[in-house]
T-cell receptor
Framework: AQSVTQPDIHITVSEGASLELRCNYSYGATPYLFWYVQSPGQGLQLLLKYFSGDTLVQGIKGFEAEFKRSQSSFNLRKPSVHWSDVAEYFCAVGSSGTYKYIFGTGTRLKVLA | DVKVTQSSRYLVKRTGEKVFLECVQDMDHENMFWYRQDPGLGLRLIYFSYDVKMKEKGDIPEGYSVSREKKERFSLILESASTNQTSMYLC????????????FGSGTRLTVV
């Protein structure tokens, strides 16, 4: 079955600390992978995406993610977290020929001053 | 800047009412989607449309219908609102190229009393 797992429901980090949010997927076809961010009370904004080429992709707001096919993972990272990064983060997977993406259940990030 | 606009940020409706949620995009996108978002469940696809007047059921279509008479507008209809339809509703659109990712609206928080 196709699925996306974000094993951490909540993560708390101190401002200035590094961040890694985990995403694992199970998908039959070659995946297109996405990370979205949802600030409180807002819709989702695309942070970055991967569909081919370099497995380390850069996104907006200083985020990056690395695709590891052998581990079926697409983890999101940021070297230094800012208080404005407080949000919920969603990983999603899709592929060519399928209209819909499958979303994970999200990871809520809290930042300590 | 490209936009997906949802007509209402907050709605309160009574049980049994017919409810219309409107979504308009200005990007000439072929594909449009309605998701609902609930805590712990992530995003679940209700319906999507890949062209004008074309629609397909998503994962949870029961109790909902949709309309797409023009390319830029995709409406979600709750035929007879119930309290279990209280949720955040997110509209998204995408070009026909699957790897581009969705553009989301800001969401409509619907409360059915």
């Amino acid at each position: 079955a196709q699925s996306v797992t974000q094993p951490d429901i909540h993560i708390t980090v101190s401002e200035g600390a590094s961040l890694e949010l985990r995403c694992n997927y199970s998908y039959g076809a070659t995946p297109y992978l996405f990370w979205y961010v949802q600030s409180p009370g807002q819709g989702l904004q695309l942070l970055l995406k991967y569909f081919s080429g370099d497995t380390l992709v850069q996104g907006i707001k200083g985020f990056e993610a690395e695709f590891k096919r052998s581990q079926s993972s697409f983890n999101l990272r940021k070297p230094s977290v800012h208080w404005s990064d407080v949000a919920e983060y969603f990983c999603a997977v899709g592929s060519s020929g399928t209209y819909k993406y499958i979303f994970g259940t999200g990871t809520r990030l809290k930042v300590l001053a | 800047d490209v936009k997906v606009t949802q007509s209402s940020r907050y709605l309160v409706k009574r049980t049994g009412e017919k409810v219309f949620l409107e979504c308009v995009q200005d990007m000439d996108h072929e594909n449009m989607f309605w998701y609902r978002q609930d805590p712990g469940l992530g995003l679940r696809l209700i319906y999507f449309s890949y062209d004008v007047k074309m629609k397909e059921k998503g994962d949870i279509p029961e109790g909902y219908s949709v309309s797409r008479e023009k390319k830029e507008r995709f409406s979600l209809i709750l035929e007879s609102a119930s309290t279990n339809q209280t949720s955040m509703y997110l509209c998204a659109s995408r070009t026909g190229e699957f790897y581009y990712g969705y553009t989301f609206g800001s969401g409509t928080r619907l409360t059915v009393v």
